[in-house]
């Protein structure tokens, strides 16, 4: 994906893509693909946050902002199989949100600089199977360290 407003997937046989997403405006980190699902965030005003069908291509879902609104997107994952995680620009933001709901379920804001990169320990989530996990944010020269684990005490 990049700035053309395409997302092109290619198979390693053929010479060229062999299929088109036509919408998303990629400026980083922003696929991800889980399965049969590519999860893109893009850095625009609107739709900024889409999943699709990887094997079709055909747009599935367009998340909703956030109440205090959209962020231009730098970065996104999947999140285990009930979370997404962004990070952007405009609002500063690292943003997790329940697949199920589709509403925030975390939500930090007007960090220093745009988020630009994002990563959570993918191991972990498999060896565990939930979405407990450490989280990296990168935003100027800082990084985050985030946990959305719940700290049970004995």
Known sequence: GGWDDTVQIWDQRAEHSVRRIFGP???GEGIDIDRKHILTSS????????????????RI????PDFSGDSLLYCGQWLGRQHIICGGSD???VRIIDKTTLGSSGIIMNLPSGV???DHDRNRLKQHHNDATMIAATAGN????????VIKKD
């Open 61 to 64: 879902q367009t998340l909703p």
């Open 25 to 27: 405006h990629i400026c």
């Open 91 to 93: 609002n500063n933001m």
């Open 43 to 58: 850095w625009r005003k609107h739709d900024v946050l889409q999943v699709w069908d990887l094997g079709s291509g055909n």
């Open 116 to 118: 630009y990169s994002i």
């Open 142 to 149: 800082q990084v985050y360290l985030l946990s959305n684990a």
